[in-house]
């Protein structure tokens, strides 16, 4: 390859990571059993041995493998930059992240003080016996709660955004005035909806798109029987990447579940099932004081949500392993957040007595259980569902909670929000800022949890199909956007914040493609 010394690295790092993974493993295996075959020949082995592996399906398992390494990791920087570099390039996202976890981890450090909770106790054998015998009905206990608080809430979150400035940016070089409305003033580059347009090209009003009821090019019928039967054949190929590129124009709802799997490549495999068994049994043997944040958190989220209350024992599950998983530790690397460390009791201040808390490296905040959510209405196999979260979460979900400024970072996204709604409705910007009701006060909820438990369950699904086709959460910033234009004529009438926030309460009704389509569409440039 010409440009070899550009891909040489993450090649590299690619079969470094792969080399001590378990499918390493079974692909070497089935290469030494195939040696044994008549029809592989000495003079021909490497051929042989690879056409084995074609016809048997690894060839197409280490594709997948080595798609989903491109995707969690970052592309090599500059050989010379420092490793941080590769978490975060700019120094003041970096400062501001760090800054932000500080606060956190003393907000959670203040509540063990307070309220006389360790942050990690052994549970008696007694109490380890009953967590073991209710571990399915986890919802029908009702430990009280009333003294924890969640750690934050986005809307504490937005404020530390808000406060973000670039020391060596000047401000007055800014082109414009409308560059001054919003909250979010850092100087990144986004997308408008020119080259969104270039970007989301499938989401055209040209071609058929799962979750719109009517067209009028193509008959949706004919359109959506066509387009199921090559779901079908995606899920029986078994490649990730053509599974990405058919989840753009939707997932119809029998096929999601696979199609989304395959995207992650989360295949539960057996040793998926054991890892899944090895963190419950790590729940039932330790009990952590984020356990109790998580209980809260559904209690106050999910267990009121018309959709999700009956998955709350799902929830549980899911969460409290994840709070134990230390293979997410391993996204730090590519993440500009930082595991909390916190000391072995009796051994503050001794560094080498520094552990990572919780073992997973995840604070979870109000409204955290909502990521998981969604994905209880696609899987009923706890381990099954338990893989595919965390894979979602260290592909997208961390972008929605940690200062970066990468295109899918929160930042961007609230910059991208701001921008779109400038630029396109700036009647309608201008008069909300003016009644003190700033656009992004109202939206950076909706973001921050990627709409889940704002719109309707079928239609977060069809949003979450675009955000896996994509590989990119762009499309929570621009269909935030495209909601204040559909609800635009009644926002033009609101006197106040409060108005305001009553005319976009519900967005249960909204058809979240054909809102995105217009916006993106049909809005004169």
């Known amino acids: 390859m010409d440009d070899g ?16 993974s378990h499918l390493h493993s079974q692909i070497e295996r089935r290469a030494k059993e195939c040696l044994h075959q008549p029809d592989i020949k000495l003079d021909s082995l490497k051929e042989d041995v690879r056409s084995f592996l074609k016809k048997t399906g690894w060839e197409r398992q280490l594709q997948n493998a080595v798609y989903r390494e491109l995707h969690v990791q970052l592309p090599p920087s500059h050989p010379a930059a420092p490793p941080e570099h590769l978490k975060e390039p700019l120094a003041y996202m970096r400062k501001a992240q760090a800054s932000w976890e500080k606060r956190v981890l003393k907000s959670l450090n203040s509540m063990s003080t307070e ?10 054998a007694a109490e380890q016996k009953e967590l073991a015998n209710k571990w399915n009905e986890m919802g029908a206990d009702e430990p009280d709660l009333t003294s924890f608080r969640p750690v934050y809430a986005p809307k504490d979150f937005l404020e530390v955004l808000i ?8 401000v007055s070089e800014d082109v414009g005035v409308r560059s001054h409305w919003g909250l979010v003033q850092v100087p990144l580059s986004v997308r408008d909806i020119p080259q969104l347009r270039l970007a989301f090209s499938e989401l055209s009003l040209a071609n058929g798109q799962l979750g719109i009821d009517d067209h009028a090019h193509i008959n949706p019928d004919m359109f959506e029987n066509e387009y199921v039967q090559i779901g079908k054949k995606v899920v029986v190929e078994q490649d990730s990447a053509a599974a990405q590129q058919y989840s753009r124009q939707g997932c119809s ?5 696979d199609l989304w799997a395959l995207i992650l490549n989360s295949n539960n495999q057996p040793q998926d099932v054991m890892h899944y068994e090895q963190l ?6 330790h009990d952590l004081l984020v356990d109790n944040l998580i209980y809260k958190d559904v ?9 999700y209350f009956v998955f709350e024992d799902f929830l549980y599950q899911v969460l409290l392993c994840f709070s134990r998983d230390t293979a997410v530790l391993e996204n730090f690397k590519y993440n500009s957040a930082t595991p909390p460390r916190s000391f072995i009791q009796g051994k503050g201040g001794e560094e080498e007595c520094a552990v990572v808390y919780p073992p997973n490296g995840v604070i979870p905040f109000h409204g ?20 595919v979260f965390r894979e979602m979460y260290i592909r997208y979900f961390f972008r929605l909670h940690s200062i970066s400024s990468s295109p899918s970072g929160i930042v961007s996204l ?4 701001e921008r779109l709604l400038q630029t396109h409705l700036p009647q309608l910007f201008y008069h909300l800022r003016q009644i003190g009701a700033q656009p992004l006060r109202i939206a950076f909820k909706w973001m921050v949890r990627a709409f889940s438990g704002y719109l309707s369950t079928d239609q977060l699904l069809l949003l979450w199909d675009r955000i896996l086709g994509y590989d990119s959460l762009e499309v929570v910033a621009v269909l935030a956007a495209a909601v204040f234009a559909f609800r635009a004529e009644n926002l033009m009438e609101v006197t106040s914040l409060g108005s305001a926030e009553a005319v976009l309460a519900d967005l249960s009704t909204l058809k979240v493609m054909p809102i995105i389509q217009v916006f993106l569409f049909a809005t004169a440039i």
Do not use: W
Not at 414 to 417: K, N, P, R
């Open 368 to 387: 955290f259980s909502m990521y998981v959510a969604p994905l209880c209405f696609l899987y009923n196999e706890p381990s099954k569902l338990y893989s």
């Open 115 to 124: 309220l006389g909770v360790p942050l990690a106790r052994m549970r008696p």
């Open 280 to 285: 419950t049994a790590g729940v039932i043997q």
């Open 253 to 257: 709802t029998g096929l999601r579940a």
């Open 414 to 417: 609230c910059l991208q929000f």
């Open 299 to 307: 209690k106050l989220t999910a267990s009121n949500d018309d959709y």
């Open 163 to 170: 406060g973000l400035r670039n020391p060596n940016h000047d």
């Open 5 to 20: 010394s550009e891909l040489s690295p993450s090649i590299a790092l690619i079969v470094r990571r792969l080399r001590g």
